[in-house]
């Protein structure tokens, strides 16, 4: 009895063919997943990284640029306002030389007083 | 022959990948129709099967590995479709299964058999598809479903119990090779 339900079990699972034609509708998805990805996958992509990668640098350059301009332009005027430092510290220096040297000259070249005559 | 025509495939001979896919395509879309029983989801899931042989041609060693190999893909590609799916919609009986006129034993019998085959679990269908319709023992099974060989003698016992209840066979009797 066992037999027999099996051997209908494998009468009814039977192998079967597939449709006429599956093959050839293996061998056409084969080569559209081979065929199609080709360009959109490798070379857009490429151009894109290109163009990437130039307007990057044209950007980084530009950036380089500036800051040297703007570092440079710091320097100088700080190097002006310590100048400009410099020189009024000069003169001041200056000013107050000759007014000391005033003050020695009309100690010096001041008649004698009277109080100084009598001693 | 099976042995040129591996070789070649595995050189890129386009012609000899088509023989071996002609050589193949009953076994891998017959799997595939019992698992699924939708005609159409049968063809898609075979025709992926076979995509994957091309991608993994390096790894099959020989003609009865390329058997093992497709039916083992095939059973496992389908129990996980079902799982991620679910059951496919229905197609008239003897459309999406075939055979009956073709049949050698009761078409009736057979139909209804078929029929109840559905009501099993994806796993448990696999077991019976392998067993009954590509004649694997259960130690081939267990290697091909990744599980153990007395996960698979359950399942046999199991599904052919339920099987017979529901056709109304006696139940007592067992194959020898499940047994135990």
Known sequence: MTEEFERGLRGALRPVDPPSGFADRVLERLDRQSVVPVEPRVWRPRVRALQ???????????SVVLAVVAVNQLQDERSEREGLEARRQLIEALRVTSEKLDLAYEAVNRPPSTDDAGV | M??????????????????????????????ALRMLAQREAAEDLAQEVFLQLHRSLETIESPSHLIF??????????????RRE?????????????????????????????RQLLELNPAARAVMVLRYQEDLDPSDIALALDMSINTVKSHLKRSLAMLRQNLGAPLDGCPEEIAG
């Open chain 2, 86 to 114: 679910g059951s496919f919609e229905a197609a008239p009986l003897e459309e999406a299964i075939g055979l009956a006129a073709t049949s050698e034993g009761d078409p009736l019998f057979e139909r209804e058999l078929r």
């Open chain 2, 2 to 31: 099976a042995d040129e025509l591996l070789v070649k495939a595995r050189a890129g001979d386009r012609a000899a990948f088509a023989g071996l896919v002609r050589v193949h395509q009953r076994l891998v879309y017959s799997v």
């Open chain 1, 52 to 62: 990437r990668h130039w307007y990057s640098g044209v950007a980084l350059a530009a």
């Open chain 2, 69 to 82: 190999w497709l039916q083992k893909v095939t059973a496992n590609r389908s129990i996980d479709r079902l």
